[in-house]
């Protein structure tokens, strides 16, 4: 049996009702089980809006069109960046909760012993980007960064670095790499600062827990920011970072839309550095179930013949279950399309 991935979000009742699930339909190819990323993070970082606004020296500010038809809050700084104290950032409590929990399953063998707990996180560059006004991002992004460095200490202190699985969410970077909006650092080297700010947070994580990278083009409304044109930026910026980097890397995930299967989308992949690192390509789609799912696997073996092998996943998280479905329905049945497809033949 090859590998599955969960990205993170999944859309189910809460965290028990996530770990026995996917235990049941995954649990033979999982290498490690997030909680699902309920309650107050079932819209990824808006509660960071919240956090942001009770630390001192914050307070909320307009709401802005950031583009066409979506609006944003903003946060406005009473103070200088450098003079602000953020509070807990919340990822903590979560994760020792739902760690009790999981630890509680694994004792009674509902949940394979051998998965190690995931957790995660977004950059400081998604929070920045999405709450700060142009002014304030440039400062307020150390603060920030510090804050969420202090936060993993803290999931480490609750859970043991060789039971854990850091996954940095990687967005944000890839729309201001895409030219939506303007970056506030580079100088012109967009790509260079980005992994700059990967690699700081890669050498965060101890050698004892596992680190991977979710490079994403998005998922509001089940759709992306921008259609790529083929994976050869997020495998320069997966190449970027791992030659900056120098701890092991556990994992890169990247998106496969549901249209392509042709060779061209695939083919950056044969650039791809680090063959220590698992890939995982969210090539599982629920409209077409396992047959289109397979179509994409194939391709993809094809054109990475001869080289490393690679898991299966979906393009990003399972959170947001389309209106017309039934939840549990939907999010079961995309599970048991990624274990059909996981076969031992070309993956990983």
């Not at 998965?115 to 980007?129: D, K």
């Not at 999931?155 to 850091?166: D, G, Q, T």
């Not at 496969?256 to 698992?278: I, K, Q, S």
Request: hydrophobic letters at 40%.
């Amino acid at each position: 049996m090859a590998t599955t991935h969960l990205v993170g979000s999944v859309g189910l009742d809460d965290a028990e009702d996530v770990f026995r699930t996917a235990a049941t339909h995954v649990g033979d190819s999982l290498r490690r089980l997030p909680d699902g990323e309920r309650g107050e993070r079932d819209h990824w970082i808006g509660f960071q809006y919240d956090v942001l606004c009770s630390a001192e020296g914050i307070e909320p500010g307009p709401v802005v069109e950031r583009t066409p038809g979506l609006l944003n809050p903003e946060v406005r700084l009473t103070r200088p960046a450098a003079e602000i104290s953020l509070p807990e950032l919340r990822y903590r409590r979560h994760a020792e909760t739902s760690y009790a929990l999981l630890r509680r399953l694994k004792d009674e063998g509902t949940v394979p012993e051998r998965l190690r707990f995931q957790v995660c996180l977004p950059t400081p560059v998604a929070v920045v980007n999405a709450f700060l006004p142009v002014e304030a991002k440039a400062a307020f992004e150390e603060v920030y960064e510090r804050a969420m460095v202090r936060e993993l200490e803290r999931i480490l202190a609750v859970v043991p670095a060789e039971e854990l699985a850091i996954q940095w969410d990687i967005a944000h970077e890839t729309a201001l790499l895409e030219g939506y909006g303007a970056p506030w650092f580079g100088d012109g080297d967009v790509l260079g600062s980005v992994t700059e700010r990967l690699a700081r947070l890669g050498t965060a994580v101890p050698e004892a827990a596992e680190l991977g990278y979710h490079l994403c083009y998005g998922n509001r409304d089940r759709k992306h920011f921008k259609e790529p044109a083929d994976l050869s930026l997020l495998v320069r910026m997966a190449n970027a970072v791992g030659a900056t980097l120098p701890r092991r890397i556990d994992w890169f995930h990247m998106p496969v839309p549901h249209y392509r299967t042709d060779h061209a989308y695939f083919l950056p992949l044969r650039d791809l550095a680090r063959p220590e690192a698992h890939l995982y390509l969210g090539l599982v789609h629920q409209m077409d179930g396992v047959a289109g799912a397979q179509r994409r696997s194939d391709v993809a073996a094809k054109v990475l013949a001869g080289g490393r092998g690679f898991g299966v996943s979906t393009e990003c998280g399972i959170g947001q279950v389309p209106a017309d479905l039934a939840p549990r329905d939907w999010i079961t049945e995309t599970l048991d399309i990624c274990r059909a497809v996981a076969t031992p033949e070309h993956l990983g």
